[in-house]
């Protein structure tokens, strides 16, 4: 069964039909809406344990109509990994991170993607196109090469190597911008505005929002139908913090959460390069400015101003939560403190979820013994610019190379 009942606008509360293809209203996003009361009467909570892992787990709080629609590639449930020496070096007990790389494509974007194009091929669109500045626009093209549309992506001239050549290599028209991402997205726009492809950017169409609720949904499933008492998320475009959001109102609304325990604490993280939410949290603004000449080596969080801030916002508020920035200098150094405490290559965008954290730790936002989530939304890997270094030459010549190689590691065993 599909509980899905309709489109709603964000910004007025205009209804549209569910199977019709829709962008924006008002300037605002359009959101998915379901039935909330049908599906506690005819879905068993725990029953959905019987089903594979996966986004596709939680199908009566998703909006396709039937499986046989769905446009896949094996998204798989994500793991929560408990991080007690990371998590030591921040002055935390119980961290965890929710490590996204591991979807298809490599980031989190494969849950948005996945959702956006089932809807949009069994819409009839057959020519999606986004900007972006980082992995969105290779998942687009992965997915769109699965379902079979033509797909145009346009990214910055400096997006990280990697991924704009993966964009290249899954078939899409990619092109350069001399531009930041928002100016990439005008010209998607303009595009759309002319009839060439359907846009696919960040929250101008109601559905990538809808996979990636799907992080919450999981979440709570794995910590046994409870919630953390925070959450860390790098925040660019601002659709997953806006989705897990989405998701805990359903579940609570379904009585699948405790009602007496408190939803978690939402916590928006920057980078001091490109901080929008955070001065705009600041300031108590409802909606952002955009930063001029923003620069981050987290390419995912330079979006100088989020279609979304004014839900971004709200969620922050609503939950108790708060947005922090985080020095550029300080990045490298905690990506490389979750690869050798933890063994977890995160990406740049996660390590301003660490900063973050100490950051909130610092100010009482957050307490010692808290349990928290932080989300690393893509691979390390995927950032090779940023993974820049030298290693140390050895000459197989040398008098006793091998001991040199191994100096100072002390006995192999105990």
Same mark, same amino acid.
């Given at each position: 069964?599909?509980?899905?009942?309709?489109?709603?606008?964000?910004?007025?509360?205009?209804?549209?039909?569910?199977?019709? =293809?829709?962008?924006?209203?008002?300037?605002?996003? &359009?959101?998915?809406? +379901?039935?909330?009361?049908?599906?506690?009467?005819?879905?068993?909570?725990?029953?959905?344990?019987?089903?594979?892992? !996966?986004?596709?787990? +939680?199908?009566? @709080?998703?909006?396709?109509?039937?499986?046989?629609?769905?446009?896949?590639?094996?998204?798989?449930?994500?793991?929560?990994?408990?991080? $007690?020496?990371?998590?030591?070096?921040?002055? *935390?007990?119980?961290?965890?991170?929710?490590?996204?790389?591991? @979807?298809?494509?490599?980031?989190?974007?494969?849950?948005?993607?996945?959702?956006? &194009?089932?809807?949009?091929?069994?819409?009839?669109?057959?020519?999606?196109?986004?900007?972006? #500045?980082?992995?969105?626009?290779?998942?687009?093209?992965?997915?769109?090469?699965?379902? !079979? *549309?033509?797909?145009?992506?346009?990214?910055?001239?400096?997006?990280?190597?990697?991924?704009?050549?993966?964009?290249?290599? +899954?078939?899409?028209?990619?092109?350069?911008?001399?531009? *930041?991402?928002?100016?990439?997205?005008?010209?998607?726009?303009?595009?759309?505005?002319?009839?060439?492809?359907?846009?696919?950017?960040?929250?101008?169409?109601?559905?990538?929002?809808?996979?990636?609720?799907?992080?919450?949904?999981?979440?709570?499933?794995?910590?046994?139908?409870?919630?953390?008492?925070?959450? %860390?998320?790098?925040?660019?475009?601002?659709?997953?913090?806006?989705?897990?959001?989405? #998701? %805990?109102?359903?579940?609570? /609304?379904?009585?699948?959460?405790?009602?007496?325990?408190?939803?978690?604490?939402?916590?928006?993280?920057?980078?001091?390069?490109?901080?929008?939410?955070?001065?705009?949290?600041?300031?108590?603004?409802?909606?952002?400015?955009?930063?001029?000449?923003?620069?981050?080596?987290?390419?995912?969080?330079?979006?100088?101003? $989020?279609?979304?801030?004014?839900?971004?916002?709200?969620?922050?508020?609503?939950?108790?939560?708060?947005?922090?920035?985080?020095?550029?200098?300080?990045?490298?150094?905690?990506? !490389?403190?979750?690869?050798?405490?933890?063994?977890?290559?995160?990406?740049?965008?996660?390590?301003?979820? *660490?900063?973050?954290?100490?950051?909130?730790?610092?100010?009482? =936002? &957050?307490?010692?013994?808290? /349990? &928290?989530?932080?989300?690393?939304?893509?691979?390390?890997?995927?950032?090779?610019? %940023?993974?820049?270094?030298?290693?140390?030459?050895?000459?197989?010549?040398? $008098?006793?190379?091998?001991?040199?190689?191994?100096?100072?590691?002390?006995?192999?065993?105990?």
């Amino acid at each position: 069964m599909r509980f899905a009942t309709h489109l709603e606008a964000t910004s007025d509360g205009t209804t549209f039909a569910l199977d019709s =293809l829709q962008t924006c209203h008002d300037g605002q996003p &359009i959101a998915v809406r +379901y039935d909330l009361r049908a599906l506690a009467a005819n879905v068993e909570r725990d029953a959905l344990r019987r089903r594979p892992p !996966g986004m596709w787990r +939680y199908r009566e @709080l998703l909006p396709h109509a039937s499986d046989a629609e769905v446009v896949s590639l094996g998204e798989n449930a994500t793991p929560l990994l408990p991080c $007690p020496r990371l998590g030591a070096r921040l002055g *935390l007990s119980r961290l965890l991170i929710k490590d996204e790389s591991t @979807l298809p494509t490599g980031s989190f974007k494969a849950r948005g993607m996945a959702m956006a &194009i089932t809807r949009a091929k069994a819409l009839g669109v057959t020519h999606v196109a986004t900007p972006t #500045a980082g992995n969105a626009g290779g998942a687009l093209a992965a997915y769109a090469a699965r379902a !079979g *549309l033509r797909c145009t992506v346009l990214m910055p001239a400096d997006t990280p190597l990697v991924n704009q050549r993966e964009v290249h290599w +899954y078939g899409a028209r990619a092109f350069a911008v001399d531009g *930041l991402i928002h100016e990439c997205g005008a010209i998607v726009r303009q595009g759309a505005e002319r009839g060439l492809w359907f846009d696919m950017s960040t929250m101008k169409e109601p559905y990538r929002l809808e996979g990636k609720k799907t992080m919450g949904l999981e979440l709570a499933d794995q910590l046994g139908w409870r919630l953390p008492d925070a959450i %860390f998320y790098p925040t660019g475009g601002g659709t997953g913090l806006v989705g897990m959001h989405k #998701a %805990f109102a359903e579940l609570r /609304e379904l009585g699948w959460l405790d009602p007496a325990a408190p939803l978690p604490r939402l916590f928006a993280c920057q980078a001091s390069g490109c901080a929008p939410v955070v001065t705009a949290f600041e300031n108590g603004s409802p909606t952002a400015e955009l930063v001029p000449d923003a620069t981050t080596a987290a390419a995912g969080l330079r979006v100088p101003k $989020p279609f979304a801030d004014r839900m971004i916002l709200t969620a922050l508020r609503e939950s108790g939560g708060a947005a922090l920035a985080a020095p550029e200098a300080e990045l490298s150094g905690w990506v !490389g403190h979750a690869m050798r405490d933890e063994g977890i290559a995160l990406c740049p965008e996660a390590a301003a979820c *660490l900063v973050g954290a100490r950051q909130a730790l610092a100010r009482g =936002l &957050i307490a010692a013994g808290d /349990e &928290i989530v932080v989300f690393n939304t893509g691979a390390a890997q995927k950032y090779v610019e %940023f993974l820049a270094a030298e290693l140390p030459r050895l000459d197989r010549a040398a $008098p006793d190379w091998v001991r040199l190689a191994g100096a100072d590691d002390g006995p192999a065993t105990r």
